[in-house]
């Protein structure tokens, strides 16, 4: 195991963990005395009626939800609701390969897929607290995805699903991008095949990941009007070392692949033999598509092909120019159209 600050209660704390046991992974891995690691915020009603869950996207942590989308007064406000927010496997806080046992962690830690992250999210919100109903499932990016598997895997338990700058299977230009991701780290002799012994032992890999990020990641809109000054950069090699280097660098190379690999080969439709059609058709929750107009990842037209395919959904566009990384909520007026869409759906009989 490596020692890795980064993922410390300090920095993404508070949160808790719950073991799994075994986890057997559907490509076949086990994860040994898997932990999930998960923030509440709020209350669980007594009728166990007032539940929303929270996914993470790639890289990200329970914390950076919390401060981008929960608080009093907002449409995920812990006043009425219990949210239970919970890091994806492999993203440094749940079980990753970081902080696995040899001889089952670094380059040995197995393939993950979304679906393992939902039917381990399933168990923690079922054994842990006895929920059975989600008003609200809900995330961005990665989390999307995640958003979409739990509608569809688990359609009587979901009354509510937001995918938030996502979509329910990986398309061919996402994969190719999430390649160039990983190759950017593995390329790297630093990484050793997944054996580094010390963190830093990658940092140009993680170096060349985060500049990728920089190029697709953002909108060509984000850099012409300048948006990084308001973050307080003074310029674009700035904005680049002081958002996304200072993000990606502390970050274990490991838990980064398994995140990816997992992106690229997200798809719903595995449980219906590839129908996407299918696969969408069982959503009974009351959806809002929500894209980026600005997102090169996750197009708006990509978005709305998938919308049309689940019953009663709606396609609700947020707008902004920071592109992808809008989620992360560095752009006021974008929060406030995502807090009016997740109200109005909270809102909505479903």
């Known amino acids: 195991m490596l020692d890795n600050l980064f993922y410390s209660q300090a920095l993404h704390g508070p949160f808790e963990t719950y073991s799994l046991g075994n986890l057997l992974l559907e490509d076949g891995g086990t994860l040994r005395d898997c932990q999930l690691a998960y923030a509440t915020f709020g209350a ?54 970081h902080n696995t046992p040899d001889p089952f962690g670094g380059g040995s830690f197995p393939r993950v897929r979304i679906a393992d992250d939902v039917k381990a999210q399933h168990r923690l919100l079922t054994e842990k607290f006895g929920i059975e109903t989600l008003e609200l499932v809900v995330g961005g990016s990665m989390g999307a995805e995640q958003t979409y598997e739990w509608a569809v895997r688990f359609p009587d338990m979901v009354k509510r699903a937001a995918p938030i700058a996502g979509t329910a299977r990986t398309t061919a230009h996402t994969a190719a991008y999430t390649r160039t991701l990983i190759d950017a780290i593995t390329s790297d002799p630093g990484w050793a095949g997944g054996w580094y012994e010390k963190q830093g032992a990658v940092r ?41 280097d200072a993000s990606f ?34 959503i009974k929750a009351k959806t809002f598509v929500m894209p980026i107009d600005t997102d090169m990842f996750f197009t708006v037209a990509d978005c709305k092909a998938e919308q049309r395919l689940i ?19 560095m752009d006021a007026n974008f929060l406030t159209q995502v807090d009016a869409a997740l109200r109005e759906l909270l809102e909505t009989r479903a």
Not at 58 to 78: L, N, V, W
Not at 207 to 216: C, D, F, I, K, Q
Not at 218 to 243: C, H, I, K, N, T
């Open 44 to 97: 669980l009603s007594a009728a166990k009626d007032n539940a929303i869950l929270v996914t993470t996207w790639f890289s990200g942590t329970s914390k950076i939800m919390e401060q981008a989308y929960i608080g009093d007064a907002r449409a995920i406000d812990p006043a009425k609701y219990f949210i239970v927010v919970v890091n994806q496997i492999g993203n440094g806080l749940s079980t990753s390969p």
């Open 204 to 244: 140009e890999g993680l170096r060349r990941h985060s500049r990728l990020w920089a190029v697709m990641g953002a909108s060509p809109a984000m850099y012409s009007q300048e948006l990084w000054r308001g973050l307080g950069f003074s310029s674009v090699d700035d904005f680049m070392l002081g958002l996304l």
């Open 249 to 282: 660098l502390p970050q274990d190379a490991n838990s980064l692949l398994v995140q990816a690999w997992k992106w690229q080969h997200a798809d719903v439709s595995r449980q219906t033999g590839g129908d996407l059609a299918q696969a969408l058709s069982r």
């Open 311 to 329: 019953p009663g959904s709606e396609l609700r566009v947020l707008k902004t120019a920071w592109g992808h990384i809008g989620v992360m909520g």
